[in-house]
């Protein structure tokens, strides 16, 4: 892939450096590098043509992940092209036996004269459809057996004709192949761009008349949720963590008065004092892990603990690219990394303080500055996502409709 080999790298750069900040802005240009992936890819003349295609997308994904693994949106969107790469490849197969026609013991002379099409006997196309379908035996990974080639290939020993006809579809068919994998791609850069909508139009349904609403930091879903609410004439109030060190809520309270919401800014530590007189918590996501908890911006596990606490309903919206197949416990995520210092002291007002160390030399001053919190899903009441609403028990199984199980782990297959 030379003329994608500079985009990659240039995206990796990006990543590494944190350029790209931000779970809609990562999954969607990982989104449109994927698809240039795939547009760019040479399809040979091996057998399995997806395998082969969803080899060249784990390529790039593992630089990816590796390049900034916080980012689990990047790992999110890697799974979802290889999820519609075997979907894909499943329809393609499905098309071709019903193209198929199946013979059977008949008396019918009619369907023997006239049937020009090509046949299989019932027994083989069942074997074939379950060897299509099935995952692989626990066997065939150990010895690593190549998987049975497709139907159109045990179909075709009737002479050169009958091969070269196959070889012009088998062209067609990974034409086509293709084509299809960058449309769905294309299908999903309009979802994650789209995500807001659906989840803003429940809005109305959630939020009431005269409520307070607690919120923290600063995030665009929960600002498109409240906009929502604001433009159905919803008469509501909301309290706004400033979210330190960045202070990003002191950005979302002013795009809420621009708005017309009735705001108040508070401080983090006010949170359980303020929680009481709250009627609802309504927080954005940074991922939604496959057990239902959440990694969200430093300080939402006490704004968590706090609504449980007073019985207040903690509510968590994010869109489907943010829904992680990996538990917290899987060694491929890291829930945490620490930002500068600088943002938390002013290192000339401390600088006194620098140079007291002790015997050993270890200095007596340290900066701790995380970015993330865990949220456990025992404290989230309600998850909103651009399919509906959810409780944490059912996130595994809406989950599992995006990825497949042989894909949480984006390693390229060894080849030897």
């Known amino acids: 892939m030379p003329d994608v080999q500079p985009l990659v790298s240039d995206f990796v750069l990006k990543l590494k ?28 003349s091996s057998a399995n043509q997806a395998a082969a295609l969803a080899d060249a997308v784990r390529a790039v994904g593992e630089q ?12 999110n969107i890697v799974r979802r092209v290889l999820h519609i790469i075997k979907e894909e490849d499943i329809s393609a197969t499905a098309v071709g036996i019903e193209g198929l026609s199946v013979t059977v013991d008949s008396d019918d002379e009619y369907d023997s004269e006239h049937d020009d099409r090509p046949s299989l006997s019932a027994a083989v196309l069942a074997a074939h459809a379950r060897n299509a379908l099935r995952a692989p035996s626990l066997q065939t990974l150990l010895e690593d057996i190549p998987v049975s080639p497709a139907i159109s ?29 960058i449309a769905a791609i294309g299908d999903l850069i ?28 600063r995030s665009r879903t929960v600002k498109e949720f409240l906009y929502a609410a604001k433009e159905k004439k919803r008469s509501f109030r909301v309290f706004v963590a400033e979210g330190a060190p960045r202070y990003q809520g002191h950005v979302l309270a002013k795009e809420l ?12 530590s006010a949170v359980f004092a303020m929680i009481s007189r709250v009627n609802m918590v309504i927080v954005g996501a940074h991922a939604v892990m496959a057990n239902g908890g959440v990694i969200a911006p430093v300080g939402m596990n006490m704004v968590a603990l706090a609504a449980q606490r007073h019985a207040v309903p903690f509510v968590v919206v994010a869109g489907s690219h943010k829904l992680c197949p990996l538990y ?49 899903p025992k404290l989230v009441s309600l998850f909103i996502t651009d399919t509906g609403g959810h409780s944490p028990s059912y996130m595994y199984r809406l989950i599992a409709e995006y990825y497949s199980a042989d894909d949480l782990v984006v390693r390229r297959k060894s080849t030897s």
């Open 153 to 181: 290939r045990t179909a075709s020993s009737t002479g050169d004709s009958d091969g070269k006809s196959k070889s012009a579809g088998d062209r067609s068919s990974t034409r086509k192949l293709k084509h299809d994998v």
């Open 17 to 44: 450096r944190r350029k790209v900040e931000g779970s809609h802005a990562v999954a969607r240009q990982t989104a449109e590098l994927l698809r240039s992936v795939v547009s760019q890819h040479r399809m040979g």
């Open 257 to 268: 008065v621009e708005k017309g919401v009735q705001t108040t800014v508070i401080t983090d």
């Open 64 to 75: 990816l992940i590796a390049a900034n693994p916080i980012e689990l949106a990047v790992g």
């Open 328 to 376: 917290p416990h899987n060694p491929e995520v890291l829930l945490n990394e620490l930002k500068s210092p600088s943002d938390l002291l002013d290192f000339g007002e401390f600088s006194d303080c620098m140079n007291f160390s002790t015997q050993d030399g270890s200095p007596l001053l340290n900066v701790v500055n995380p970015t993330f919190d865990y949220v456990p």
């Open 190 to 217: 309009d979802e994650i761009d789209s995500c807001y909508e659906p989840i803003s139009e429940q809005a109305v349904e959630l939020i009431h008349q005269n409520e307070v609403i607690l919120t923290l930091g």
